[in-house]
T-cell receptor, first 116, second 115 residues
Framework: DTGVSQDPRHKITKRGQNVTFRCDPI?????LYWYRQTLGQGPEFLTYFQNEAQLEKSRLLSDRFSAERPKGSFSTLEIQRTEQGDSAMYLC??????????????FGPGTRLTVL | AQKITQTQPGMFVQEKEAVTLDCTYD???????LFWYKQPSSGEMIFLIYQGSYDQQNATEGRYSLNFQKARKSANLVISASQLGDSAMYFCAMGDDTGGFKTIFGAGTRLFVKA
């Protein structure tokens, strides 16, 4: 088991361009989360999937953001018409479902986005 | 609304000593889970410890223990016998107790361990 992986690790783009990030969760985990983290802050929840269903979406996620998890495995996060304020670390995490008690989230290494 | 507050932006501790990182929370949910994560300079979030709101005993994981005071809505992390490798950002977080769904994170505390 290689843990949660994210691709790319770094992305530099020009304002107005579209970008897409990919997250591969731990294989047996059916819950998948996306967070955004800016410098000096804690992660902010963006959205959450249980299998292929997107069950919750933060108000932080404007119409320019869309996330999918088509087969309940990997997920993609797309940002359209990027703005400089979108520059941040985008973190993906996964967790198992159905276990009582401790259900820690396993985080990937993140994708650092820089919008010029 | 749920909220996590970490009032210590930075903390210093001497190697081999214990340190307490503060965390207070606010929620109206009767059932919730509290988490602590470590984020070294490499950036990856590492789970440390979990406390369920109905757990009677304070959680412990090796050198980490969680001082859970439900009435005061506090969930402080205690690190015993600090090591240089403990230097990192530490985040307190709260979610439901079935998987941390929509987990809310605090702003973090940066811990510096001095040799």
């Amino acid at each position: 088991d290689t843990g949660v992986s994210q691709d790319p690790r770094h992305k530099i783009t020009k304002r107005g361009q579209n970008v897409t990030f990919r997250c591969d969760p731990i294989s047996e985990h059916n819950r998948l989360y996306w967070y955004r983290q800016t410098l000096g802050q804690g992660p902010e929840f963006l959205t959450y999937f249980q299998n292929e269903a997107q069950l919750e979406k933060s108000r932080l996620l404007s119409d320019r953001f869309s996330a999918e998890r088509p087969k309940g495995s990997f997920s993609t996060l797309e940002i359209q018409r990027t703005e400089q304020g979108d520059s941040a670390m985008y973190l993906c995490a996964s967790s198992p479902w159905g276990l009582a008690g401790n259900n820690e989230q396993f985080f990937g290494p993140g994708t650092r986005l820089t919008v010029l | 609304a749920q909220k996590i507050t970490q009032t210590q932006p930075g903390m210093f501790v001497q190697e081999k000593e214990a340190v307490t990182l503060d965390c207070t929370y606010d929620t109206s949910d009767p059932s919730y889970g509290l988490f602590w994560y470590k984020q070294p300079s490499s950036g990856e979030m590492i789970f440390l410890i979990y406390q369920g709101s109905y757990d009677q005993q304070n959680a412990t994981e090796g050198r980490y223990s969680l001082n859970f005071q439900k009435a005061r809505k506090s969930a402080n992390l205690v690190i015993s016998a600090s090591q240089l490798g403990d230097s990192a950002m530490y985040f307190c977080a709260m979610g439901d107790d079935t998987g941390g769904f929509k987990t809310i994170f605090g702003a973090g505390t940066r811990l510096f361990v001095k040799a």
